[in-house]
């Protein structure tokens, strides 16, 4: 309970909970005003069954007297008003106690979420090499959620109920102790029992919960992002199938746990309700109605409370325990000490641009989870304001060290560094701020041109300028505005779908050309181009040679053959440098590039008329 407690706490925003001492105090106060609205029908009964209490109670005729009264009908009526306002007051103080706690909780909710992303956007790019997108989205939107529905708002009510029915059994301990502890006992006993023999299926399913959950949202997202491969393959019933499993397993065990909380409060009512008859009985038997009626009122009124708090208690509890792996599950992602969090939400860093080179110096890179060596003892010059071409066959770790030298990846030994400047959590956004990369497959957001060229920008921010020249750059500005209907202001579409290939990478070039880097970074950037458009495109990023580092993965060989020096990557390793000329003629492996024997890259054309030439 314990360690739940601590987990709960863990999840509220840290600025808020001071706010939680507040929340107890009221519920304080309120289990206090609403006991003595249960007490408060004694007196009133005791005098209702026999005036003759006035006398024979010393505090009720204390009270007769010091208020000045001079009939009991009146004061009577006087016991039964201040009964009803207490009674009242406290109703009302717990509806604005749930008020309070419901308002407070789902605040968090918004705080949770929030303080989630914030962390998810601040790991390094190694920690979405391992995390599935659709499974982040999911507990982003949907688990934290589900942890502040279901887990820290039933447990600031079952603090709430808590107090009410502690407060509560003080009470009739107090008027009647061993008939008090005997109807608590009776009722903690039951529902004790029950949870006892449900505490381990309820965690087993509330993990199993959190499972389906995560099961149908990336089968979900995968359905969607690839509807077209699925679609032509026909697989849209295994999909179906692969969704319907988990989705019913889901809905199962929510409707399970609904199920089981609810059920003891049926059985519990029938018994109270017997157990009020023999009380009756009992209380009669004992010393006739006059003793009786003060108590069998107290009880009827605290039973309506009590009853309801004990069920509240109950199902809470089983609620906490089925929901608690959703709360696990955002706490092992909020765990900032678990990742390091290097990248800083400076909005402009200054960047860092290099004067003399790039240098890679004995760098290795494992990726996570796997034993071998993707780069191994890397040693690369690339001084400032050279063109320098990077050539391999598929898996010889191009990507990779482009990777690294962006910055998204750590060497697991060895340094980057900018001039002497190593590459470190310190300088990392300022490196990034240098540089304009377009990658092998460009991501689009479903907004405008203008807003993909610049973005993440809001528009108001947007240098239209800046975006015409990068597209003019690009080879696209002459497509918008011929072929598009609201030209840069034309909605694209979910990842660019109403484009074609060539127009997307295009877009992505554009969007690298928009800072105006001093770095470009070309990864296989031009591979779904037509020969036309690339060699204009080329020819662009050619024209900039001289004023800026340019680094070209390419697949087509041709592609790098202006390069002033051409890397060649084989197993992870530089196995042969120089320019085209020099390779051409001396270089084995690049010789069995260019004529393709070596495995060549996805998509490469035939080889053999580079090497003739
Ligand atoms: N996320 C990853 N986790 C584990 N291994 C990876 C990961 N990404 C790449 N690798 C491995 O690292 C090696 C280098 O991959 P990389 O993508 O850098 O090659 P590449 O030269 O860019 O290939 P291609 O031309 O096909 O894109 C490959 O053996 C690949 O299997």
């Known amino acids: ?346 909005p402009d860093p200054t960047p860092l641009n290099p004067q003399c080179a790039i240098v890679l110096q004995d760098v290795t890179y494992r990726y996570p989870e796997t034993d071998k060596a993707a780069l191994e003892d890397l040693n690369i010059n690339i001084p400032v304001n050279t063109t320098i071409g990077l050539v391999g066959s598929s898996g010889a770790g191009k990507s990779t060290l482009v990777d690294l030298i962006l910055g998204l990846l750590k060497p697991e030994s060895g340094e980057v560094r900018i001039d002497d400047t190593v590459l470190g959590p310190a300088n990392i956004r300022n490196w990034q701020a240098t540089l304009g990369y377009v990658p092998q497959s460009i991501f689009l957001a479903d907004q405008s041109i203008a807003a993909n060229i610049a973005l993440g920008l809001p528009a108001d921010r947007i240098d239209r300028q800046a975006v015409e020249r990068a597209a003019r750059l690009a080879n696209l500005h002459d497509f918008v505005t011929q072929e598009l209907p609201e030209g840069y202001d034309t909605i694209i579409g979910e990842r660019g779908v109403r484009l074609s290939g060539g127009q997307r990478q295009r877009i992505g070039i554009a969007r690298a050309l928009y800072r105006d880097p001093s770095v470009l970074i070309f990864d296989e950037a031009t591979s779904a181009l037509d020969n036309t458009t690339e060699r204009a495109v080329m020819e662009a990023i050619h024209n900039l040679s001289g004023s800026k580092t340019i680094i070209l993965v390419a697949h087509r060989l041709t592609t790098v053959q202006s390069c002033d020096r051409i890397l060649v990557l084989h197993e992870g390793k530089i196995v042969e440098q120089g320019n085209w000329e020099s390779l051409i003629s001396q270089g084995r492996i690049f010789q069995r590039l260019a004529t393709g024997a070596l495995g060549a890259a996805h998509g490469q054309e035939p080889h053999a008329s580079a090497a003739e030439r």
Do not use: C
């Open 1 to 346: 309970m314990l360690q739940t407690a601590k987990k709960l706490y863990a999840l509220l925003h840290p600025g808020d909970r001071s706010k939680v001492i507040l929340l107890i105090l009221l519920m304080i106060v309120t289990a206090f005003v609403q006991t003595a609205g249960v007490a408060s029908i004694m007196p009133f009964l005791a005098v209702l069954s026999d005036p003759g209490m006035i006398e024979a109670k010393p505090w009720l005729s204390h009270a007769y007297n010091s208020l000045g009264f001079s009939s009991s009908t009146a004061f009577l009526q006087f016991l039964g008003i201040a009964a009803f306002i207490v009674f009242v007051t406290g109703t009302a103080l717990q509806a604005f106690t749930q008020w309070a706690v419901t308002r407070y909780s789902s605040l968090q909710q918004y705080h949770l979420s929030y303080r989630l992303m914030d962390e998810y956007l601040r790991r390094p790019y190694e920690f979405y090499l391992l995390r599935n997108s659709g499974d982040l989205s999911k507990t982003v939107l949907q688990e934290t959620g589900q942890a502040v529905a279901t887990a820290l708002l039933p447990a600031m009510r079952l603090l709430s109920y808590t107090l009410l029915a502690v407060s509560v059994v003080t009470l009739l301990i107090v008027v009647e102790p061993w008939l008090a502890l005997g109807v608590a006992t009776g009722l903690g006993a039951a529902y004790g029992t029950i949870y006892l023999l449900s505490k381990q299926w309820l965690s087993r399913i509330g993990k199993d919960r959190v499972a389906a959950n995560r099961e149908r949202f990336t089968t979900a997202s995968e359905a969607f992002a690839g509807a077209k491969e699925i679609r032509l393959l026909g697989r849209e019933r295994n999909y179906l199938e692969r969704f319907g499993n988990p989705s019913r397993r889901f809905a199962m065990h929510q409707a399970n746990v609904t199920l089981l909380s609810n059920l003891p409060q049926y059985a519990i009512e029938g018994a109270a309700f017997g157990g009020v008859l023999l009380l009756v009985l009992y209380l009669m038997s004992d010393g006739g109605i006059a003793t009786a009626l003060p108590l069998i009122g107290l009880y009827g009124l605290a039973g309506k409370q009590l009853i309801p708090a004990f069920q509240k208690i109950f199902s809470t509890i089983a609620v906490l325990r089925f929901n608690m792996p959703a709360v696990d599950a955002v706490l092992e992602d909020l765990d900032t000490t678990a990742t390091p969090s290097p990248a800083q939400f400076e």
